[in-house]
């Protein structure tokens, strides 16, 4: 079982930036893909990044791409987002999620309760 606990949302004007963080609980924290989703208001819940249990590969929805940076701490059971020129249209709750790195983009096995950014224009 896996605890997931999302922290750092909040509001920030257009262009700025915002590092998510997420506290995972567990002692088997390296062995879990880690992956960040977000769900805008009336739309469904979408894929954002994820990265493999080493840290070493990491992958990005194309509308983040080059803005958002994810990466853990196996040391800390931390994963974070870092989010720079965020848009508008990058508002949503933002949740975390673990699970297998072949199949957490469709299936996460256990889920944050989510932090909110609001990004203003």
């Known amino acids: 079982q896996v605890q997931l606990v999302e922290s750092g949302g909040g509001l920030v004007q257009a262009g700025g930036s915002l590092r998510l963080s997420c506290a995972a609980s567990?002692?088997?924290?390296?062995?879990?893909?880690m992956a960040w989703f977000r769900q805008a208001p009336g739309k469904e819940r979408e894929f954002v990044a994820r990265?493999?249990?080493?840290?070493?590969?990491?992958y990005y929805a194309d509308s983040v791409k080059g803005r958002f940076t994810i990466s853990r701490d196996n040391a800390k059971n931390m994963v974070y987002l870092q989010m720079n020129s965020l848009k508008p249209e990058d508002t949503a709750v933002y949740y975390c999620?673990?699970?297998?790195?072949?199949?957490?983009?469709?299936?996460?096995?256990?889920w944050g309760q989510g932090t909110q950014v609001t990004v203003s224009s």
């Open positions: 990265i493999s249990g080493s840290g070493a590969n990491t």
């Open positions: 999620a673990a699970g297998i790195y072949i199949a957490i983009i469709k299936t996460p096995n256990y």
């Open positions: 567990g002692r088997t924290f390296s062995t879990y893909a």
